[in-house]
């Protein structure tokens, strides 16, 4: 089978890791594998044997951004009809909303079988904070290139989301988690790492506002647990100054341990007492699975997005409402009474398992 991925470059995202996770394991099992990057920026190794292309776009016309869709189409076309002199793709998966758009209007993929990867909530990204017209003409303009697609979302939630808060209808619609080298991961996590000696809790996430680490900071403070909190991740200096600020507000400044942001976080997970999660949305929560492959349990916000299909059963006690009094709540009673991790309900998040599911769009 000869499949390619499309996406907007690869800087250090969670949609990115996916896309080379699935890309590693078709080659691992003898397909041809093609990755069209829309932009020059790569922040991961690739994989042994990736057909990589970066379609750049060096057009600098001052009304460069009034044509840039139509123009960058044609440019990816250029690039798929020189790829396939010698066999079509048989499956094509677009990846990112701006990558979306442009693969969208691909005269050259029009009769191939392409699929339209959805990584996060897109009201959440894309309505939160609108009304009125602007909110009705973003809507107008996610269904243009949703409408009557084939959609594949990470999450139940989300493919719902697209469906109820866009009105648009896909051709098809199918739920693929997010794939996981179990054994890979489980090895990483060996790494030497200067992780803290004793018990912490960890959380692992960029410095954005929808990961509300401010919610985060407070709970932990509600909670009167005295190990430390350790936050990886980076983001704009002011907004962890904010963080910095509010730790000693909340008397808790000397137990919140800001530790940047680690290439592999994943000794740290492994370490820690637990993991919590604050945002407001997660398409999926790949930090969650990773934490539950460790053995680490969880505590996350009940937010929109993929979490709840994660923890359930006895992990969903782990999930606590949109407050920082209810997260504290749940923190305390994960840390003191943690619930027992089986490890073969996680077995469905293993890239062999997630890759068989993407094999099978060939065929749908």
Same mark, same amino acid.
């Given at each position: 089978?000869r499949?390619l991925?499309?996406?907007?470059?690869?800087?250090?995202?969670?949609?990115?890791?996916?896309?080379l996770?699935?890309?590693?394991?078709?080659?691992?099992?003898?397909?041809?594998v093609?990755?069209?990057?829309?932009?020059?920026?790569?922040?991961?190794?690739?994989p042994?044997?990736?057909?990589y292309?970066?379609?750049?776009?060096?057009?600098?016309?001052?009304?460069?951004?009034l044509?840039?869709i139509?123009?960058r189409?044609?440019?990816?076309? %250029?690039?798929? $009809? /020189? #790829?396939?002199?010698?066999?079509?793709f048989?499956?094509? +998966?677009?990846? &990112?909303?701006?990558t979306?758009?442009?693969?969208a209007?691909s005269?050259?993929?029009?009769?191939?079988?392409?699929?339209?990867?959805?990584?996060?909530v897109?009201?959440?990204?894309?309505l939160?904070?609108?009304?009125?017209?602007?909110?009705?003409?973003?809507?107008?303009?996610?269904?243009?290139?949703?409408?009557?697609?084939?959609?594949?979302?990470?999450?139940?939630?989300?493919?719902?989301?697209?469906?109820e808060?866009?009105?648009?209808c896909?051709?098809?619609?199918?739920?693929?988690?997010?794939?996981?080298?179990?054994?890979a991961?489980?090895?990483?996590?060996?790494?030497?790492?200067?992780r803290?000696?004793?018990?912490?809790?960890?959380?692992?996430?960029?410095?954005?506002?929808?990961k509300?680490? %401010?919610?985060? $900071? /407070? #709970?932990?403070?509600?909670?009167?647990?005295?190990?430390? +909190?350790?936050? &990886?991740?980076?983001?704009?200096?002011?907004?962890?100054?904010?963080?910095?600020q509010l730790a000693?507000?909340?008397?808790?400044?000397?137990?919140?341990?800001?530790?940047?942001?680690?290439?592999?976080?994943?000794?740290?997970?492994k370490?820690?007492?637990?993991?919590?999660?604050s945002?407001?949305?997660?398409?999926?929560?790949?930090v969650i699975?990773?934490?539950?492959?460790?053995?680490?349990?969880?505590?996350?916000?009940?937010?929109?997005?993929?979490?709840?299909?994660i923890?359930?059963?006895?992990l969903?006690?782990?999930?606590?409402?949109?407050?920082?009094?209810?997260?504290?709540?749940?923190?305390?009673?994960?840390?003191?009474?943690?619930p027992?991790?089986?490890?073969?309900?996680?077995?469905?998040?293993?890239?062999e398992?997630?890759?068989?599911?993407?094999?099978?769009?060939?065929?749908?």
């Open positions: 089978m499949i991925f499309v996406i907007d470059g690869l800087p250090g995202g969670g949609a990115e890791k996916v896309v996770t699935l890309a590693e394991q078709f080659l691992r099992q003898g397909e041809q093609s990755l069209f990057s829309l932009r020059d920026v790569c922040d991961y190794p690739l042994e044997g990736l057909d292309q970066v379609i750049v776009d060096r057009c600098r016309k001052p009304w460069r951004k044509t840039e139509s123009r189409a044609r440019q990816l076309d %250029d690039a798929v $009809i /020189e #790829a396939e002199k010698h066999k079509p048989d499956l094509v +998966l677009s990846n &990112l909303h701006k979306d758009r442009i693969v209007r005269r050259a993929l029009r009769k191939r079988n392409v699929w339209f990867c959805l990584h996060g897109f009201s959440t990204s894309y939160g904070h609108r009304t009125g017209f602007d909110r009705w003409m973003k809507q107008q303009k996610i269904k243009r290139v949703y409408q009557g697609r084939n959609v594949v979302s990470v999450s139940d939630a989300v493919g719902r989301d697209l469906v808060q866009f009105t648009l896909p051709a098809q619609l199918k739920t693929i988690y997010n794939p996981f080298d179990i054994s991961l489980r090895a990483a996590a060996d790494d030497v790492s200067d803290p000696d004793g018990d912490y809790l960890i959380h692992v996430g960029r410095f954005h506002p929808g509300r680490h %401010d919610r985060l $900071i /407070e #709970a932990y403070a509600q909670s009167g647990i005295k190990a430390p +909190l350790v936050l &990886l991740g980076q983001g704009k200096p002011e907004q962890e100054q904010r963080l910095h000693q507000q909340q008397q808790v400044g000397d137990r919140v341990l800001f530790k940047g942001f680690q290439k592999n976080p994943l000794p740290w997970i370490g820690a007492r637990m993991l919590v999660l945002s407001d949305s997660e398409g999926f929560g790949n699975v990773e934490a539950l492959l460790l053995n680490t349990p969880v505590a996350s916000t009940r937010c929109p997005g993929g979490v709840t299909e923890l359930t059963g006895e969903s006690r782990g999930l606590a409402e949109l407050n920082s009094t209810a997260l504290a709540q749940t923190m305390q009673s994960i840390y003191h009474n943690p027992v991790i089986d490890p073969a309900s996680l077995e469905k998040f293993s890239v398992s997630i890759c068989q599911q993407y094999r099978q769009l060939r065929s749908v």
